[in-house]
């Protein structure tokens, strides 16, 4: 029954790695979301999809790309990872606009970068 | 702008009921949410209010007033599992799709 997957629950990389954190959907959800929850600052918007090969940026995009090449998957990528981004990493998928009801969360992906 | 305050920790007993409260400032609000959060683990959907007033699901309700910006989730006879954060979020009429949370409130049972 499940229905957002994340890739890896829990992930070590190292300072300057490239790394992909996959997400995907079976639920045919037009919208999908990439967050980062840390301590203190609850969940903060990286990155969002309303179609297929479109992305928009959220409230703290630097140092994060997305890709978007089918409508199931949506992929965040850390060019070069650093410290400060080690961090919960939640995918979200929703219905379209006016149809919202809210947003149906994968299992999350503990990063620790070293 | 959207600005969401809930408390940041509370503590009851198990058994008793606790009122979690929101209090929400955005032009052009449609609808508010609550999602429960265990440690570790994803949001999970709790309850969606549109309308003002009160929503009963079980042993959890929830409360919207649009005039004041307010909400509450109310969680009667409480059990050790009810140990988990809670989300209070809120979407736009022009962008119903896309929801902004606040921090959370941590909420811890004492048995």
């Known amino acids: 029954d499940v229905k957002v997957t994340q890739s890896s629950r829990y992930l070590v990389k190292r300072t300057g790695e490239k790394v992909f954190l996959e997400c995907v959907q079976d639920m045919d959800h037009e919208n999908m979301f990439w967050y980062r929850q840390d301590p203190g600052l609850g969940l903060r918007l990286i990155y969002f999809?309303?179609?297929?090969?479109?992305?928009e940026k959220g409230d703290i995009p630097e140092g994060y790309s997305v890709s978007r090449e089918k409508k199931e998957r949506f992929s965040l990528i850390l060019e070069s990872a650093s410290t400060n981004q080690t961090s919960m990493y939640l995918c979200?998928?929703?219905?379209?606009?006016?149809?919202?009801?809210?947003?149906?969360f994968g299992s999350g992906t503990r990063l620790t970068v070293v | 702008g959207q600005n969401i305050d809930q408390p940041t920790e509370m503590t009851a007993t198990e058994g008793a009921i606790v009122q979690i409260n929101c209090t929400y400032q955005?032009?052009?609000?449609?609808?508010l949410f609550w999602y429960q959060q265990h440690a570790g683990e994803a949001p999970t959907f709790l309850s969606y209010?549109?309308?003002?007033g009160l929503e009963e699901k079980g042993r959890f309700s929830s409360f919207l007033s649009r005039s004041k910006g307010y909400s509450y989730l109310l969680l009667k006879e409480l059990q050790m599992k009810d140990s988990a954060s809670y989300l209070c979020a809120v979407s736009h009429r022009n962008r119903d799709d896309k929801i902004i949370f606040g921090k959370g409130t941590r909420l811890h049972i004492l048995p």
């Open positions: 999809s309303y179609d297929v090969k479109m992305k």
């Open positions: 209010n549109v309308l003002d």
């Open positions: 979200a998928s929703s219905l379209p606009l006016g149809q919202g009801r809210g947003y149906t």
């Open positions: 955005t032009s052009g609000f449609n609808g």
